[in-house]
T-cell receptor, first 109, second 114 residues
């Protein structure tokens, strides 16, 4: 079993839709959690950190469930520019940071 | 510099050739990571440096892969006797402290072994 697993995707949604991605992790000692965004042929960039209490940044909401060991990302009112691959990232201590395989999102007009 | 810089951006190597990939991290960043990203996959951890010390190289696929960061700044990933399965994008990232802080990625080096 992979240490970080994500919805396989791709997700194809119309503009304005709400879409949610889930991610599960296997190491219960994991300390920090992030969502990164990666555009086609570009480098990953931090979208948002994920805090235990859940956090929101505009149209994006991230939640963490430590008991079930999963993380979610909710995107409301999808824009064409949201089309990208979303990477779930887990830090299991110090420097050890593990990336999921990514979930591809296509937002259509 | 303003961000993480990697060179070359693209490299085509003949099978069996040695290659060296360079990473210039953000000035002052303690941590430096190398990742390998195959098409359609997420970045896979290769190795980690804290300043000049290589604290983890467990992700290096074979002993043909070698990385160094001798002065705690610029890092080089060297691949000896390249094979076709080494074809991938090699990403370098740096962070101010460790993996609990944001990692800033370079644009990567796309290696194609023919």
């Amino acid at each position: 079993r992979k240490e970080v697993e994500q919805d396989p995707g791709p997700f194809n949604v119309p503009e304005g839709a709400t879409v949610a991605f889930n991610c599960t992790y296997s190491n219960s000692a994991s300390q920090s959690f992030f969502w990164y965004r990666q555009d086609c042929r570009k480098e990953p960039k931090l979208l948002m950190s994920v805090y235990s209490s859940g956090n929101e940044d505009g149209r994006f909401t991230a939640q963490l469930n430590r008991a079930s060991q999963y993380i979610s990302l909710l995107i409301r009112d999808s824009k064409l520019s949201d089309s990208a691959t979303y990477l779930c990232v887990v830090n299991i201590g110090g420097f050890k940071t593990i990336f999921g395989a990514g979930t591809r999102l296509f937002v259509k007009a | 510099g303003a961000g993480v810089s990697q060179s070359p951006r693209y490299k085509v190597a003949k099978r069996g050739q040695d290659v060296a990939l360079r990473c210039d991290p953000i000035s002052g960043h303690v941590s430096l990571f190398w990742y390998q990203q195959a098409l359609g996959q997420g970045p896979e951890f290769l190795t980690y440096f804290q300043n000049e010390a290589q604290l983890d190289k467990s992700g290096l696929p074979s002993d043909r892969f070698f990385a160094e960061r001798p002065e705690g700044s610029v890092s080089t990933l060297k691949i000896q006797r390249t094979q076709q399965e080494d074809s991938a994008v090699y990403l370098c990232a740096s962070s101010l402290i460790d993996g609990n802080t944001e990692a800033f990625f370079g644009q990567g080096t796309r290696l194609t072994v023919v």
